[in-house]
Every structure is written in structure tokens, then in C-alpha cells.
């Protein structure tokens, strides 16, 4: 009776704090992974037969190699790619962005103009148009998060390293803090951003001026799962069907020689669970995004080249 009885007093607890709530390996979830969505449209994905799409040159220019997280825009003209351009790996390069124009998403025509930013490293970028004005999230030298500006898409403003503090305000510790990943909603800025790979934070801003982590944990985090315990990137944030969808690229590699894309689903964006059956895409397809084209979800792979994939039927 007295097991029963105590018992009985630690689900009533339980139930008042929600202590006991399943666990996930990305925090507490409110749903069982039972009961959370997984659509197929926007998970199971087949490649295009006439993949890649864009690539470097391959020749003497200053894109000859594309690298890393491109961001693709479908606007009422076509699709709008941007890409970070480099000749080689050498110590004194530097990474500068590249725009591309395509009416269908298969067929692409680069800016006659390009680089259209070439003043400072640019890297791993996505763009969100607010209010009729472009934002781009990207990386700078030494993987630290700033923000550029646009009324055309073509050209930029350099608005500076992004300033994110912790839950009390304080500066974050030295270090990186890259693949910058928002989402907007009710007047509220949520960005994501990985610190070395090692784990994914969100911190939230509403004047795009001063970002507060939400906590100081990240929010994903990397394994216990073999094909993400060693590094770890949100690439894109979306909302369907009442529930926000987070891709992301993660390693199973020590050296990072082999990246997979994978999901992750939440209700708040802060609680997030991994999709049971990640990776969703493998071969070294990564820097993933979705880009709905009219009728239907198109997931593009960016690194180490544009790719398309369909839902699979």
C-alpha cells in the first residue's frame, strides 16, 4: 500500500513539473517518437537523373570549386542560387560569393558580374526575405556568423559579425560559431548555429542586433546515434503541418571525411527529436534544403555540388 501510495504521489509530481516526459536524444519531447509526423514528401527524396545541376568550373576562375551550404530562392522570375566560390585550398584564399540565375531550377546561368561580393570571406549562407529586404546568414573567416543585406539579391552589405550572448547576457566564449540557420515568426528572429560542429544552439533576437541563446546547451545535439557523434550543422528550419522540421548534416567520422543529411522534428523549436530512420541521404550529399517549387517539395544538395531530388513515389 505504501509502494502503491508513493507510487501514485510521484506520477502526480511528474505530471505538475512534466518530468516524465520521454526523452530524446536532443532534450525533452512532449510526443512519443511514436507519435510524431514524419511525412514522406518531405523526407523520402530520389535523385534527379541528370544530376549535378551547378558545379565549379573546373578551370581557371575564381569559382573553379564550390563549397559548402548554397542557398537556393523560388521567386515569382525563377530560382535564385547563391554559392561561396574558391580557386584552392591554399592558405591565403579567400572564399567570395557567387550568384546564379535559373528559370526551371535545372538549367543555371551565372551572374555576368560575379563574384558580387568579394570584400570578405563568405561562406555557408541562406537568405530570408523579410518585409520586401534580403537577409543573408553566413560565415566569415574563422567560421563566425555575420549578416549581409540586399534589395536586389545581387547586392550586398556587410552588417557585421553577429553578437550572440548567453542566457545571462554575457558574451559567448572565444571560439567559432557558424552555419547560421533563421527562422521568423510573430516578430521573433530564431537562429541557429553550430559551435565547431559539436552541437547546435539557438538564440533568439527581435532587433537583429543582439542575440540571446534560449539556453546554453545546444539544442541538438550530436549522437548518441553513430551517424552524427561527431559533428553536427542545421542547413534549414521549416515549418509544415504544425510542426517545424530541422535538416541537417551530420558525421559518423572522426576526420569529417563523410557527411549525411538528417531531420529532426519539434513543436517549439527549442525540443527536438531525430527522425528514427536518419540518415535520409547518403554519399556525401550534404548542405541539404528544400525548395518547393510549386507542386511539390524539391530537396537540393549543395556540397560538394548542386544536386535535385524528388519525393519518392
Not at 570584400?119 to 543573408?136: H, I, L, N, P, T
Not at 527581435?206 to 553536427?232: A, F
Not at 550543422?233 to 569529417?256: C, F, M, P, R
Amino acid at each position: 500500500m505504501k509502494n502503491t501510495l508513493m507510487q501514485f504521489l510521484a506520477l502526480l509530481v511528474c505530471s505538475l513539473v512534466g518530468a516524465c516526459q520521454s526523452n530524446s536524444t536532443t532534450g525533452e519531447s512532449s510526443e512519443t517518437d511514436g507519435n510524431l509526423p514524419y511525412p514522406k514528401e518531405i523526407i523520402e527524396f530520389t535523385p534527379h537523373p541528370g544530376n549535378p545541376l551547378f558545379s565549379g568550373t573546373g578551370e581557371t576562375t575564381w569559382d573553379r570549386r564550390i563549397r559548402e551550404r548554397g542557398f537556393i530562392l523560388k521567386e515569382a522570375d525563377g530560382y535564385h542560387l547563391w554559392y561561396t566560390g574558391f580557386e584552392d585550398y591554399e592558405e591565403n584564399t579567400i572564399l567570395k560569393l557567387g550568384y546564379a540565375h535559373s528559370e526551371d531550377g535545372f538549367q543555371w546561368n551565372r551572374h555576368e558580374g560575379n563574384p558580387i561580393f568579394k570584400e570578405s570571406w563568405v561562406e555557408d549562407m541562406m537568405v530570408w526575405k523579410q518585409d520586401g529586404k534580403y537577409y543573408m546568414f553566413a560565415e566569415g573567416k574563422n567560421d563566425i556568423a555575420k549578416m549581409l543585406t540586399s534589395s536586389d539579391k545581387i547586392h550586398w552589405e556587410n552588417q557585421g559579425n553577429l553578437d550572440i550572448r548567453q542566457v545571462d547576457g554575457s558574451p559567448l566564449s572565444e571560439g567559432p560559431y557558424g552555419t547560421p540557420t533563421v527562422w521568423v515568426e510573430n516578430g521573433t528572429w530564431y537562429l541557429f548555429y553550430e559551435r565547431n560542429d559539436q552541437g547546435i544552439w539557438l538564440a533568439t533576437s527581435e532587433d537583429l542586433t543582439t542575440w540571446t541563446n534560449v539556453q546554453d546547451d545546444p539544442v541538438i545535439q550530436m549522437g548518441p546515434e553513430s551517424y552524427d557523434q561527431y559533428g553536427v550543422a542545421v542547413n534549414q528550419v521549416i515549418k509544415y503541418k504544425d510542426h517545424y522540421y530541422a535538416y541537417y548534416h551530420g558525421t559518423s567520422l572522426e576526420d569529417w571525411s563523410d557527411w549525411t543529411m538528417n531531420v529532426a522534428v519539434s513543436k517549439d523549436l527549442v525540443k527536438w527529436t531525430k527522425y528514427p530512420q536518419n540518415p535520409i541521404m547518403g554519399d556525401n550529399k550534404s548542405s541539404g534544403i528544400l525548395v518547393h517549387d510549386g507542386s511539390q517539395f524539391r530537396f537540393y544538395t549543395m556540397h560538394p555540388e548542386v544536386a535535385v531530388h524528388f519525393p519518392a513515389e
